[in-house]
Structure formats: C-alpha cells, structure tokens
RNA sequence: GGGCCCGUAGCUCAGUCUGGCUAGAGCACCGGCCUUUUAAGCCGGGUGUCGCGGGUUCAAAUCCCGUCGGGCCCGCCA
C-alpha cells in the first residue's frame, strides 16, 4: 500500500478504516454516504478564519471521494444561538435583543428576513466559491422547527441520569439538581440564554427568564416563570449533547474543530461519549486545527483585522486560500497582508513542481508538493503563473491601461499570450492589494534631507539641480519626466544608474524606488521642486 | 494541574509524521553586469551550535526521554 503523505487522505483513511467505536466496544456501522460536517455560530461574525474549517472538511471529502466513495459535504448554520454582543455598525438600540435567537431578531438593515438570514444567505453563497463539493445547508432553527430534533432530545432525556453522570466526570463541580439538557426559549419574551431551568419532572422543564451576562453585554430576563415540554415547545439543547445530537442526526464521520477542543476536557470529548452511549452513534473522525492569525493576532472585530471571505476575493483566487489552509493542519498558520507575495511565490512554485517544470529534493516532498497543489485546486489545475505576484503589483502600481501594462510585461519577459487573461486578472488581483493593504510599501517620504545628503555624490548633486530646473520650468506628465531623467543624465555624463538612485534617495531616503517619472509626477510639484533645489544647494 | 503548536541562515519559513546524498528556498545582504522594464532583470556568493542535554541507531533536524524559551487553550456560553 502506498505511502499516505497528505493530511487529508490520511483522515480519509482512518475514516474509512476505523472499526469500533471509541469508548465502547461495538462495530463501526456500514455507512451508504459518508457524511462531513462543517458549520457556524451566526452569532459571530463570519470571516476567512471560519472558512478553515470549511475548506479542510472539504478536502477530506475530495480525498475520500478520489478513495472511491460516496461524499456528502454539510454546512449548519448554527442560528439557534443567541445575540450575545452588537456589532458594529448595528444600532445601539439591538441591546434589547441580546440573549434572543438570532433567527427570531429582525434584519437591522431590512433587507432579509431576520438578523441571522442576513448573514447567513451571503456567506452560504460564498463559501460555495471556496470548495470542490457541492454543500448542502441546514439551520438549526429550521431543524427543531419541523421536529428533526425531537427524537434525540427525546432519547437524552429518557437517558438523563447518564448523561449527567457522563457530562459530571468532564467538570470539577457536579451538575445542579434540576438539570436539563433541554433549554427552552421564553414564552414570554422569546429569549434563549436566559430561561433557568429549576427542575425537569414528569417530561416538563419548570423555569423562570433571569438575566444572564454574557462577556459585555447582558442579556435582559423578563421574569416570566414558565413550564415547556421539550417535545413540544420551541427550545434547543445545551451544547454538550447538542453537538452529538447532529452527529447522530446527519449520520456524520467527521468534523473539524479548532484545536481548544483536543483537550481531554472538551466539549468533543463529552459529546463523543454521549453519542456513543445514549445516541448509539460513533464519534466523528475529528480533523482539529490550529486556528488562523492575522499578523500574530486573533481576527477579531473589536481589534479591527477582520478580512471577508468577499476581500480575499478582490486579491487572491479561492485556490490560493485553500492552498493556506492545505498546507499544515496542526500548526498556527498568521496570515497578513504583507505577505501575500510570498504566499503567491509559494503557491507558484507549486504549481511548477506539480506540473513537471522545476525538480524538488526528495520523492517524498515532491508527491507531497503534488497533492497539496491538486487538492487545492477547485476544478482542473491552473497552469504555473508566469508573473510573479510581487512584480504584477509594480505593473499596477505604475500602469493602468491593458495595453501599458502588456507592453511592459513583454518587456519583462512575463509575458505568455496563451494566459493572458490569468496573467492579467493576477495584475488586477495585485493592484487592489498594493492599494488596500500595501501602504507601507507606497513609500514614505522622508521629512529631512539631511538624513541622506552625505550619501549624494558630486555628479548626482548636479544631476538634481538640473532636474529641479527642469521640473520647475514646466508641468510635465510622467513619461515627459522619464524621458528627461534620461536625457539629463546622458547630458551631465552621469551614469544612469546613479542618477535614478539619487532620485530615490532624496525622496524615499532608499537607493530605489517606482519607476521614476511616474513617481515624481505623482507627488505635490511644489515639494519635489522644492526638494530638489534644496538637494542642489 | 493538564493539553496542543512553535524553536532550522539576518528575516519568513520548507524539510520532522515515514531517520538516509554535502541541511534547503524566498527575501535581505555582498560583488559584478544592464544608455529607455530602476520596488525590475541577469551572473556569482550560504552567512547554520537544526533551542539545550541525554538515549536508540551503521546513520538523528527527523524517533524516544528530559529540559529551557515563546504562543494558544482547558466553562453553567456556543
């Protein structure tokens, strides 16, 4: 049997190959479809990070698919969960919906149903961009709407005194009396987090709506002391059994999760033993991944670094996020838009090594090279990319007209007909890149000359006061100034060489720069004459 | 108390799972070339106690044990 090098055919293989449950001794059942699971809290907000688990699921699904079986890809829309802070850009006033379902919270912009469908149909339709397998959605809401549910919350309770004695060996402190795994949503108010369940007799859960404080905000109880039969009224179970509850239900063989729940004590754990001893169903083959920095941070609204799955789009192909993710499962992968080039470069490389067109040390590195770039692809591979990405954002940077930019990129020799419209979507990618999120190498302008006088040469000093003259004299368009940076050279007898340098050192405070002309057009007139002069005196 | 990840060139990392050529890449850096692509290109240069200490082995960056440093995480939430 060959050798398995890539993550995700060996989760497919320990998928396919497992036999017996986890913590008890039965028979892995025969399976017609394989099931992955990957979901999302809609309580949160919904950017690339969330797309980890996503992408990873799916390409276990393809590694599976590729072994020869029958694959089901889901997406769940956790909506059953509760506001449980104001995001920005939503009024202040949404404070009275904290603690709410966010499917029962109207849509604060109201172009959707409610709060939730306004995130969730966007997402939904774009995660689909980011995979192979045709996703199916599901919400929770709608699932214990119509029932779906019922049964399991029905066998957990017929079960309670083991689930409570399961879910007591994972806490350091016992579960109260009057536990119920049911939660039930409000009466009276229609909130979910802060109905307290006194006690659970004789099928009913018995509770009164208390406030209950969430990390910033509190969620209002309005008092009501209320009575709700779980196989009846609206409600949803606690997480820990919930999460078991939809393994059993789509019959699911795997899920991600972030790497907080490997520890003995977590929340998979406990529900593995739950679905395993009360549901009777297996635990998932678990795919636990690091979670994804950005520049060394959390992605986090609050911190502001928060990039959509739409903003990736605008820089980068799908493909490109796939292959990040791809690459390493358990290891802290931080992402930051500094160095998407590399990750171009890096992504490129592949390409050539998976096309035949560059060699690689070892066999083993080469095959896994292969795969990785295979299993990112999201139909037929795209062939190496002949322009660097760190090159195609100098071309946007100066150039805007197709045919500029194509001159150019022959010039440079980058340039292949055949892929012409990947070369020049590559460019677009890069431009929007270099201005959104490359500021830093827009160039700063240094204050004070004196930081670099000493390093200009006699002739360049020449050189500068002749261009200030020049400059000064007329209104010149970019190409008029790169033509006369030539001419002034080759009249002083100043080697080019030195004089685009002396450019960028009295500007940049760098021995190089933007192409010339252009740059200098593009900045004040009356600064660059001033400080040309100043450099000449 | 416990778990996971990381520690390899100045920087960012690959290579570790599956031990095997002289430990690699990109960037940066140094030297040279280029009179209309000056954030570019071409040629040449590797700058290293693979965190540290043991062990296993014919052979260790890679496996085992220990140790130090950095990061993240262990809920009555989801």
Excluded at 325 to 354: C, G, I
Excluded at 365 to 380: A, P
Excluded at 492 to 509: D, H, M, N, R, W
Aim: with cysteine.
């Amino acid at each position: 049997m060959e050798d398995v090098l890539f993550w995700a055919d060996s989760k497919a293989r320990k998928i396919t190959e497992r036999e017996k449950f986890h913590y008890i001794d039965k028979d892995i059942p025969e399976f017609d479809k394989l099931t992955i699971k990957t979901s999302a809290s809609i309580s949160g907000v919904l950017h690339i990070g969330r797309l980890s688990d996503t992408i990873r699921a799916d390409s276990v699904c393809i590694a599976l698919q590729e072994a020869g079986y029958d694959v089901e890809l889901i997406w769940v829309a956790e909506d059953m969960d509760p506001l449980r802070k104001i995001p920005e850009g939503v009024p202040q006033k949404f404070e009275e919906y904290i603690g709410m379902p966010v499917t029962s919270i109207p849509d604060p912009w109201g172009c959707h149903s409610s709060y939730a469908e306004h995130h969730v149909s966007p997402y939904f339709e774009v995660i689909q961009e980011f995979v192979r397998t045709d996703i199916k959605g599901y919400s929770m809401r709608e699932e214990y709407t119509s029932g779906n549910f019922t049964h399991y919350i029905k066998e957990i309770l017929e079960n309670q005194n083991q689930a409570i004695e399961i879910l007591n060996r994972y806490r350091q402190k016992p579960i109260p009396q009057g536990y119920s795994p049911f939660v039930p949503i409000c009466e009276n108010c229609g909130k979910i987090i802060t109905t307290r369940v006194d006690k659970y007799e004789e099928g009913k859960v018995y509770y009164s709506c208390q406030d209950y404080k969430f990390e910033k905000y509190t969620a209002k109880g309005c008092g009501h002391i209320g009575i709700a039969d779980p196989l009846k009224d609206m409600g949803k179970l606690m997480w820990k059994s919930e999460w078991a509850a939809q393994w059993a239900r789509w019959r699911v063989v795997s899920e991600g999760a972030g790497k907080e729940y490997i520890v003995p004590m977590s929340a998979w754990w406990v529900n593995s033993e739950i679905a395993e001893k009360i549901l009777g169903f297996p635990m998932p083959v678990p795919i636990f991944y690091e979670h994804l920095m950005i520049n060394g941070e959390k992605m986090s609204a609050s911190l502001g670094n928060v990039v959509y799955p739409k903003d990736w789009l605008e820089v980068a192909p799908a493909q490109l996020l796939r292959f990040f993710y791809n690459k390493k499962l358990m290891k802290t992968r931080s992402f930051s838009w500094q160095e998407l080039p590399r990750l171009y470069d890096d992504y490129d490389n592949h390409a050539r090594v998976y096309f035949d067109l560059e060699k690689v040390g070892s066999e083993k590195e080469l095959k896994h090279m292969r795969r990785l770039y295979e299993i990112s692809q999201l139909d037929t591979a795209e062939k190496p990319n002949p322009l660097p990405f760190s090159h195609a954002a100098m071309v946007a940077s100066v150039y805007k007209e197709k045919d500029d930019i194509i001159s150019s990129l022959e010039k440079s020799g980058h340039y292949r007909e055949e892929m012409e419209e990947y070369i020049l979507r590559r460019v677009e990618y890069a431009r929007v890149w270099f201005e959104k999120y490359a500021p830093e190498i827009k160039s700063f302008l240094i204050d004070d000359l004196n930081e670099v006088r000493e390093k200009l040469s006699e002739e360049q000093i020449r050189f500068l006061g002749k261009l200030g003259k020049v400059v000064s004299s007329s209104d010149m368009s970019g190409e008029e100034l790169q033509q006369k940076i030539y001419e002034i050279a080759q009249e002083l007898e100043v080697p080019l060489k030195a004089a685009f340098q002396s450019i960028y050192l009295v500007t940049l405070g760098k021995a190089y720069g933007p192409k010339a002309g252009m740059f200098l057009a593009s900045l004040p007139r009356k600064w660059v004459i001033k400080r040309l002069e100043e450099a000449a005196s």
